[in-house]
């Protein structure tokens, strides 16, 4: 297994980058590689990629969701095997930390090879960064969902 850490300051609320991050749908606007995703319900999601010409389908499971704090999730269906957590810390009223924590199996010679570069560290880079810019454009969040998921 390989882990994946990176963190972007963005020069939003906490409320409104959390907010931003809830709406799963909107990821292929600052996701590189990401074509689509589906949310099936509260908890559920189907993913569609598309990475080094590889295409993959796989469904996920939000596993803990804690409003302004936390959302945890695994892949549940697919021949991806990933688990992250993204966390928000509120820095002042103005400015948030957003962590990224992903924990994945790479598949394949060229997901090893990327792996060993790391190409996949710049990659949830270069998304937080995109996310960033989005967020700060917009000033405000799509949508919200602020229900809690508790484990189990």
């Given at each position: 297994m390989s882990t994946v850490r990176?963190?972007?300051?963005?020069?939003?609320?906490?409320?409104?980058?959390?907010n931003q991050w809830t709406q799963f749908t909107e990821?292929?606007?600052?996701?590189e590689g990401v074509d689509q995703v589906t949310q099936v319900?509260?908890?559920?999601?189907?993913?569609?990629?598309?990475?080094?010409?590889v295409h993959r389908e796989f469904d996920?499971?939000?596993?803990?969701?804690?409003?302004?704090?936390?959302i945890a999730w695994r892949t549940t269906s697919g021949d991806v095997q990933q688990q992250g957590l993204v966390t928000f810390e509120h820095l002042d009223e103005l400015h948030t930390r957003?962590?990224?924590a992903l924990v994945f199996e790479p598949s394949g010679m060229a997901e090893k090879a990327a792996d060993m570069?790391?190409?996949?560290?710049?990659?949830?880079?270069?998304?937080?960064?995109?996310?960033?810019?989005f967020i700060e454009q917009r000033g405000?969040?799509?949508?919200?969902?602020?229900?809690?998921?508790?484990?189990?």
């Open positions: 990176e963190s972007v300051e963005v020069g939003v609320p906490l409320h409104t980058a959390y990821f292929p606007r600052f996701m319900d509260d908890r559920h999601n189907h993913w569609a990629t598309s990475i080094a010409g996920t499971e939000i596993v803990d969701q804690l409003p302004d704090e936390r957003v962590n990224l570069t790391g190409t996949l560290d710049r990659r949830v880079k270069g998304d937080l960064q995109r996310f960033k810019d405000e969040a799509e949508g919200a969902w602020r229900g809690r998921l508790s484990p189990g």
